[in-house]
């Protein structure tokens, strides 16, 4: 297998650190991965995205000009993305704040409601990991189980009890995607 | 079991520098490498291996720290993007000059001048054709992963103590910035100062049981001697050369097409080496890990029979004017590079490569 | 009894012995002018290091200036650095050595205008050395230009008709910063004009040099110092220049002695 995927948005959603758990979650299922993330001041508040690539093969570039999957959480990301699914593809995007979603045809779109998901949790840091959890519904490219060890590895000890909130996140994330 | 972890270049090459038992780092911060530092600092090895870590008050004050630790014999290196390799220039002559060994990482951004924070590969000539003043050379070796951005490190204190002269690492901001799996080496203990006495005799570290001084100067008013010095710094060059060429070939035998290219350029060409074989176009990779010594005759051997070469380089041609010495215009010599932090896509390396050679499938 | 005048070979008995060159100032001939202080200071330092028995720890930084060469005349471990650079270079060789006895050795360029800021911050995160500072007010080694001590209308070959402010600024008592640094423990001002004063910037070497043992911070030694070469005068007549007017802006005495 090899999923090519971009993650994308403002500043501050997490966008990375989704990024930098899939990846971590791929690793603990002895994947090939790469992490390539924009970077620099748009970090802090502009628009920020991160290239993620798993796969079972040695990978090559880890920089890339069309995807498997796009997830696209502003509207800029998914102006910028959208045309840069593969056909056959998925892009999937956060409703809150996108006013003119694509029209294509070609590939599978999924709408989510991750953001009132994430009033409806008071918590606004479960964001990135609700919408993992809808990527992951979408395309089990690897289990949850995966993705809890990763957070247990790339936590500090002190933040371990979230893990349990996360799992919840994961959780709600899968339930928002219906076919 | 060796533990797989999942990092950036910048941290790896921090966690690499403690685990060879470096002695010491001083830098400054600056984008997009600071990660070395911020690694380092959390690290605080000083509490465990007793590496010294120290941030300095400009790129000029740390490069002439790494001099100083340089000429007491002890590991020691620096980090810096290009604006900052440019405030160095100094103190690498002199490093050079003094016959001390020393690592200096370069993770490049687009330049010139303050330029941008995003990625190239445009110090080339600085890195390779010397940089600072006089003749001299460093060892340059060009990561383009980071597994590559922790071996290096070793290999690059290796050389650069087996021959008493600074080595770089002239990574960019990709491969600084990118995280991927790496397998960290074991960690070895710093040496005592009764090693460092045995294996780097001219280093400065007092004169225990009054032995003759040691004096470590890069200055000699007698022409005549300083001729001499050079004479020697050139024998030095051509082991190197002779010894120390690596390279990564990949596909080269047969193939219609040779890319040239080094870093994340050549992560980014074999992509295009996929995307072209399904389109039934046979092209080659010689990735240079050295840049300096410049695998030319393995660059000659594998454009044997080839219809061109094409150099993908994140500048306006810097490498090109190498690979073009090393086939001796008996191949076409074709380049393809993007500039200011932009970093081509494979899509348009392999348009690029079709256009500039008329390649119809 | 015949008379007892003592010939040469009972003056260089060495119980006769009033004055001798330390151990460790080697047989190279000096390239410092007649008259120059250098070949004091570097006499002072020789002693202190024999004396404090620290030879076999002993590292210093040559500059970039007329001491440039220091490390061919003080039988020590030593590394030239780069313009401006020592204090740099110190601060590794400590870190990495804390053991050892390091010391930079500076003049007026190296420590306050070229090496300003290598100076000021090894000073400011108090690095466990001992700086010497040569401060004749004029660059020797390349022909007796401006430094950035030279005094208010003072003639160097590039201020031909005295230093204006308005022109070149203001002369810089950098030592005078340096005291106000929570980094220094000692820093002072001698000279080495006279028996006395040679004396009293012995002491204050030793002082700085246990110091950086005892791991007090930086000490600073400004040494006032003539360049009667260029200064254009006789080495007394420099000397009395100095004291009428390098002492008036350049104080001698402790600035700081924590």
């Given at each position: 297998m090899k999923e090519e995927i971009v993650i994308a948005g403002f500043g501050g959603q997490g966008v990375l650190s989704m990024g930098k758990i899939l990846a971590y979650s791929g690793l603990m299922e002895d994947k090939e991965v790469t992490w390539m993330p924009s970077y620099?001041?748009?970090?802090?508040g502009g628009t920020a995205n991160v290239t993620v690539i798993l796969s079972d093969t040695r990978i090559s570039s880890p920089v890339l000009n069309t995807y498997d999957v796009a997830v696209v959480l502003n509207q800029q990301s998914l102006d910028k993305f959208a045309d840069k699914v593969k056909p056959g593809g998925v892009l999937i995007y956060d409703n809150y704040g996108i006013h003119t979603p694509s029209t294509r045809t070609d590939i599978r779109i999924y709408k989510i409601e991750a953001m009132e998901a994430t009033f409806e949790l008071k918590n606004a840091k479960a964001f990135n990991m609700i919408v993992l959890g809808a990527l992951l519904k979408v395309?089990?490219?690897?289990s949850v189980e995966s993705v809890l060890k990763a957070l247990k590895k790339t936590l500090p000890e002190r933040h371990h009890h979230l893990i349990p909130m996360n799992e919840e996140a994961l959780r709600i994330g899968m339930s928002l995607i219906k076919e | 079991m060796e533990e797989v972890r999942l990092m950036k270049g910048n941290e790896a090459l921090a966690h690499a520098a403690i685990r060879y038992g470096a002695d010491g780092y001083f830098g400054y911060p600056i984008t997009p490498q600071s990660e070395v530092l911020e690694v380092l600092e959390e690290q605080r090895p000083w509490e465990t291996t007793g590496m010294v870590v120290l941030q300095a008050e400009s790129e000029l004050a740390a490069i002439n720290m790494v001099y100083g630790g340089a000429a007491c014999g002890k590991v020691v290196f620096t980090s810096s993007s290009s604006p900052g390799i440019s405030l160095m220039q100094e103190g690498i002559s002199y490093i050079a000059a003094s016959e001390v060994p020393a690592l200096i990482v370069n993770v490049m951004r687009g330049g010139p001048g303050l330029g941008t924070i995003h990625p190239s590969q445009a110090d080339y000539f600085q890195a390779v054709k010397g940089g600072g003043h006089g003749d001299y050379h460093l060892i340059v070796l060009a990561p383009s992963s980071v597994q590559e951005m922790c071996d290096f490190m070793w290999l690059g204190w290796d050389l650069a103590f087996k021959y008493r002269t600074p080595a770089m690492l002239l990574a960019d901001g990709l491969v600084g910035q990118m995280m991927e799996k790496v397998v960290l080496p074991e960690p070895r203990p710093r040496r005592t100062e009764e090693q460092v006495r045995l294996q780097c005799p001219w280093a400065i570290n007092g004169r225990k049981d009054m032995r003759k001084r040691n004096v470590v100067t890069s200055l000699e008013l007698v022409d005549e001697i300083m001729e001499q010095n050079n004479l020697r710094f050139q024998r030095t060059y051509r082991e190197i050369e002779k010894n120390e060429v690596r390279y990564e070939a990949i596909n080269t035998d047969g193939c219609d097409y040779l890319f040239v290219a080094f870093g994340s350029m050549a992560r980014i060409c074999q992509k295009v080496m996929e995307m072209a074989e399904e389109e039934g176009i046979k092209i080659g990779l010689l990735r240079p890990i050295t840049l300096w010594p410049f695998p030319a005759e393995q660059i000659k051997e594998a454009a044997k029979g080839a219809k061109g070469i094409m150099v993908v380089e994140?500048?306006?041609?810097?490498?090109i004017e190498d690979v073009k010495l090393a086939v001796e215009c008996n191949v076409e010599v074709k380049h393809y590079g993007r500039l200011g932090g932009i970093v081509p896509t494979p899509e348009e390396v392999l348009d690029a490569l079709k256009n500039q050679f008329a390649i119809v499938k | 009894m015949e008379d007892k005048h003592m010939d040469v070979q009972d003056i260089i008995k060495p119980e006769n012995r009033v004055y001798k060159k330390p151990?460790?100032?080697?047989?190279t001939h000096m390239?410092?002018?007649?008259?120059?202080?250098h070949g004091v200071v570097h006499k002072l330092v020789a002693e202190v290091i024999e004396e404090m028995g620290a030879a076999e720890i002993a590292i210093g930084i040559a500059p970039v200036g007329c001491a440039v060469f220091a490390y061919n005349y003080i039988d020590v471990d030593w590394i030239e650095a780069p313009h401006g650079r020592a204090p740099a270079l110190a601060t590794a060789a400590k870190r990495l050595q804390p053991d050892k006895l390091v010391f930079t050795y500076q003049g007026d360029g190296d420590m306050a205008a070229i090496g300003t800021a290598e100076s000021l911050h090894a000073a400011n995160r108090g690095e466990n050395i001992a700086m010497i500072f040569i401060n004749n007010a004029i660059y020797g080694m390349t022909g007796g230009q401006m430094a950035p001590t030279t005094l208010l209308g003072m003639k160097t070959s590039t201020t031909p008709y005295g230093r204006r402010a308005d022109l070149n600024g203001y002369p810089l008592a950098i030592t005078g910063l340096m005291a106000q640094l929570d980094g220094t423990c000692y820093v002072t001002r001698q000279s080495v004009e006279t028996p006395a004063a040679v004396r009293k910037a012995k002491a204050a070497i030793r002082k700085a040099f246990e110091n950086s043992m005892h791991g007090k911070g930086t000490s600073v030694v400004e040494i006032v110092s003539t360049c009667n070469s260029g200064w254009k005068m006789t080495p007394a007549d420099a000397n009395k220049w100095m004291e009428e007017n390098m002492f008036k802006k350049y104080p001698i005495g402790d600035l700081k002695n924590e």
């Open positions: 620099g001041p748009e970090q802090r395309k089990p490219m690897v | 994140l500048s306006a041609g810097q490498m | 151990a460790l100032l080697n047989d390239h410092y002018c007649p008259g120059c202080s």
